[in-house]
């Protein structure tokens, strides 16, 4: 069966500070994989999306990145965060058309 | 671009009753997917129910069924026989179907409280 990772779980940083979140997925190849983010108490937003190994489409112009440097794994970057990067960090994949499941999350805190 | 809206941020009702949670959305396509996403207080978004916009039956999983009404754009989740456990966020979503942009577009979601 197929799984999700994300890690940290959750993650409180300095603003200025780099960030690396990642998502990993088990049990399927190639699939899509996209980073969502959720605002406190707003719907989520999608940020990147990626079909394959060095595939990145960027959704939102911001202060983040993504990289897809292995067929299932994506991470998701910052030079220097920003107070506003503070929410709830979701990675999705495609199991087929028209599904997405969901990660867990890590849950981010700028201060 | 494509809206869904969510009119209803909170509801509560008693187990054992039957709620029914509102969304429309806006678009122009006539080929998508509607969903339904529920995020209890742990945070993982799980999906709960899905409808293909071509397909005029409704959806249903168990107690949840939908009410999709292609023409008006309103797509509502009805839960049954409610239980503590659907105590939750409910997050409606829709999906283009064109291959290679299939982004889920949420609504502001609906806090549901199932009250024993």
């Known amino acids: 069966s197929q799984t999700i990772h994300q890690w940290p779980a959750t993650l409180v940083q300095p603003v200025g500070s780099p960030l690396s979140l990642e998502c990993t997925v088990e049990g399927t190849s190639n699939p899509n994989l996209y980073w969502y983010r959720q605002a406190a108490g707003r719907g989520l937003q999608l940020l990147f999306y990626?079909?394959?190994?060095?595939?990145i489409s960027s959704e939102v112009p911001q202060n983040l990145s993504a990289s897809r440097p292995q067929d299932r794994q994506f991470i998701l970057s910052s030079k220097k965060l920003l107070l506003s990067d503070s929410g709830f960090y979701l990675c999705?994949?495609?199991?087929?058309?028209?599904?997405?499941?969901f990660g867990p999350g890590t849950r981010l805190t700028v201060t | 671009a494509q809206t869904v809206t969510q009119s209803q941020p909170e509801m509560s009702v008693q187990e054992a009753e039957t709620v029914t949670l509102s969304c429309t959305y806006d678009t122009s396509e006539n080929n998508y997917y509607l969903f339904w996403y529920k995020q209890p207080p742990s945070r993982q978004m799980i999906l709960v129910i899905r409808q293909e916009a071509y397909k005029q039956q409704n959806a249903t999983e168990n107690r949840f069924s939908v009410n999709f009404q292609k023409a008006a754009k309103s797509f509502s989740l009805k839960i049954s026989d409610s239980q503590l456990g659907d105590t939750a966020m409910y997050f409606c979503a829709f999906m283009s179907s064109n291959f290679g942009n299939e982004k889920l577009t949420f609504g502001t979601g609906t806090r549901l409280t199932i009250i024993p």
């Open positions: 999705a994949w495609r199991r087929g058309v028209g599904e997405q499941y």
């Open positions: 990626s079909v394959g190994i060095g595939q």
